[in-house]
């Protein structure tokens, strides 16, 4: 298997485009997935730039429901109209954020009722194409993470706005040559829970690689550096390739305790 960066915040090239989004392309054998879109901005330049056709690309597969990873599906979609959609049961769930003040909304503009929409059910793991698998952390099993005070992305409930569940937060499994190595859009079930989700449901409690967004960037600094150390107790890691939600500072404490990490800007390529 080979993992490709199409959209991350930062570009790895000066014939790419970078946004505040994620999209990664996942080459196997068995057949070519792109697990999430970016904003739009971006993904049909540096998909062209690094030579990705879209008659390679077999089926899509979303992370969440927010425009920053699956604002380009309309662009896919109009090009692809008959392209398979995979992601949560819940991933047209609506999702705000606040901001001076108000609640703006930052889900997905694409309905996907009259698409081809494959649903990944809660806590039920499927295989995308052979060896690699998307799953979800259902809610009641994960720990509770670390996060601002006051949280920026919410949800109405009732009459009163409420920090986002996220439901629909999804990940891949990858089962390459060199080992297991996990696929993050922005692992807003808290990496550690994703991790313990897989040893629990897979067996494995070592990866090759973690690549994608973390969201270790809403992680309060008093805190983060106890988040990693629990993460190394309980799991080994060999490449971290973190980019989009992870943040520099967060990226620089994972550094400081590892050998191998490496901002996975746009362009980046891993065999895994």
């Not at 998909?47 to 927010?66: A, I, K």
């Not at 993470?145 to 009732?158: D, F, H, T, Y």
């Not at 390739?241 to 620089?252: L, V």
Request: hydrophobic share 35%; with cysteine; glycine share 8%.
């Amino acid at each position: 298997m080979r993992l490709t960066v199409i959209v991350d915040n930062l570009c790895g090239s000066s014939r790419l485009w970078g946004e505040h989004g994620l999209s990664i392309m996942i080459e196997t054998p068995r057949g070519n997935v792109l697990f999430d879109t970016g904003q739009g901005h971006s993904l049909l330049n540096n998909l062209n730039e690094l030579d990705f056709s879209l008659d390679r690309l077999d089926r899509v597969c979303l992370s969440h429901g927010h425009y920053d990873h699956a604002g380009g599906l309309a662009q896919l979609m109009l090009r692809k109209p008959e392209m398979e959609i995979w992601a949560s049961e819940h991933v047209q769930a609506p999702h705000y954020r606040t901001s001076s003040g108000s609640n703006a909304y930052i889900g997905m503009d694409v309905n996907l009722d009259h698409r081809r929409f494959v649903p990944v059910k809660d806590g039920e793991p499927v295989e995308l194409v052979q060896g690699l698998w998307a799953f979800t952390v259902p809610t009641k099993s994960r720990e509770k993470i670390a996060s601002p005070s006051k949280p920026r992305l919410v949800v109405k409930n009732g009459d009163e706005w409420v920090e986002d569940p996220f439901e629909d937060d999804l990940s891949l499994l990858a089962l390459g040559t060199h080992g297991p190595s996990l696929v993050l859009g922005c692992a807003h079930s808290g990496v550690i829970n994703i991790m313990r989700y897989v040893r629990d449901k897979f067996d494995y409690d070592s990866f090759y690689s973690v690549v994608g967004g973390t969201h270790l960037s809403a992680v309060p600094k008093a805190t983060l550096e106890g988040e990693l150390k629990k993460i190394n107790s309980e799991f080994k890691i060999k490449l971290w390739r973190p980019n989009h939600c992870t943040g520099f500072s967060a990226a620089s404490a994972l550094a400081s305790l590892h050998d191998n990490v490496s901002w996975a800007s746009s362009g980046t390529s891993l065999e895994i």
